[in-house]
């Protein structure tokens, strides 16, 4: 009996190293682009008073995606993927960029993204293709010798929150954040209540009854990490994309777009938007900070804006009927070569590295050509006090 599972567990530890080396082969030498999701890391979540759920101070973990383990994300004490938001001396402007997961970049490093692109200007033809691990944090960095900024970017990106965080944000002075200017970022799915996000509704039943203890759910993240883990996870994904039938291979998030452009012609979704979005501006003119939107493209409203282009004309529309200042940079990422490097495997949304550089331009061309004139008077302002 003894010498039976010894062998069973001498035959498992081989079929796992197995495994180890087929994921060490297939992640390091870059076989294939992994297509599995990025993934939260556990615990990051936790719930709040105010906005439902946010994230845990002082986390550091790495997303949990097989494709996606090499980066960490790590917050500050106000609970952000940045640094810690103390001032600096001459930190110049300070700026808090607000919006959902494309400004907290998931699959992307935390310098990758644009908020940091736009603290240390980098020329677009610095990052060319698809980045690798690192390339882009190498470009941003070679950036900063020659580049120089009056203001300083605070990143406030939160998977999930829609246009109800914002206002809770600003009613709760950005968690500490003190900015001198806003700079907001939309996804067209900002109409949804706080409440019917998924974060917020695990955080309820977090808080409302038993759920897995950390310690489980930490083990399990070791494991998950693990070659073997992440190779059979890659296998599984892949098994199960190719098993689908021709309607169902529609990539999720064009699903999810479709369901948008609906929710988009229900007047109780566009009044909520058009509520909060007033609320939101009301709170920052109180506070007497200049304010700017960004509206952030999608894939499918890019490739066929005949079916899919409706919310962002209609958000343009709220925008201009309230005189408020915007960065569209839809046209910046239209006249790209290759659409599919701008954004994440089966990702419709979220920007790979190159993507937030485009973006980072589109921002940096607004601010020069007059469409954020808010922003921009404030940054010459500084400029002016610091010269």
């Not at 994309?241 to 007047?267: G, I, N, P």
Request: glycine share 8%.
């Amino acid at each position: 009996m003894m010498r039976r599972l010894l062998l069973g567990l001498l035959w498992l530890l081989f079929v796992f190293l197995l495994l180890q080396l087929a994921g060490f082969v297939f992640y390091q030498f870059v076989v294939s682009r992994p297509i599995s999701g990025y993934g939260y890391p556990t615990g990051l979540e936790g719930p709040h008073p105010e906005l439902g759920y946010h994230y845990q101070p002082e986390f550091s973990a790495h997303f949990k995606g097989t494709a996606y383990q090499h980066i960490l994300i790590e917050t500050n004490a106000q609970g952000f993927r940045d640094a810690d938001f103390a001032s600096q001396p001459g930190e110049g402007l300070r700026v808090a960029v607000l919006g959902d997961s494309v400004v907290l970049g998931p699959g992307v490093e935390a310098d990758e993204r644009f908020t940091h692109c736009l603290d240390h200007p980098v020329p677009l033809q610095a990052v060319v293709g698809e980045q690798v691990k690192g390339s882009a944090s190498r470009s941003v960095e070679a950036g900063r010798a020659s580049s120089t900024s009056a203001w300083r970017i605070l990143n406030l990106g939160v998977h999930a929150y829609s246009f109800g965080h914002y206002v809770t944000l600003a009613e709760l002075d950005f968690l500490g954040a003190e900015p001198d200017a806003v700079l907001l970022g939309i996804t067209l799915n900002d109409f949804a209540p706080m409440q019917s996000v998924g974060p917020a509704r695990r955080a309820r039943r977090q808080a409302e009854g038993w759920h897995k203890p950390e310690w489980i759910a930490r083990i399990q993240a070791r494991i998950g990490r693990t070659y073997a883990a992440r190779f059979l996870d890659e296998l599984d994904t892949r098994i199960r994309y190719a098993l689908l039938s021709a309607d169902e291979r529609e990539a999720y998030h064009t699903t999810w777009m479709r369901t948008v452009v609906e929710a988009w012609q229900q007047d109780e979704n566009r009044e909520r938007f058009a509520a909060r979005l007033d609320r939101f501006t009301a709170e920052v003119d109180a506070r007497g900070l200049p304010l700017g939107f960004v509206l952030f493209p999608e894939l499918n409203a890019l490739r066929d804006p005949a079916t899919f282009d409706g919310p962002r004309q209609q958000v343009r529309a709220m925008l201009e009927a309230r005189d408020l200042d915007y960065c569209d940079p839809y046209d910046d990422f239209a006249r790209q070569s290759d659409l599919d490097a701008l954004f994440l495997v089966r990702d419709s949304v979220h920007y790979t590295p190159r993507g937030h550089q485009v973006l980072c331009e589109a921002i940096q061309r607004c601010l020069d050509s007059g469409e954020l004139p808010e922003l921009a008077a404030a940054r010459a302002g500084q400029e002016s006090i610091d010269q």
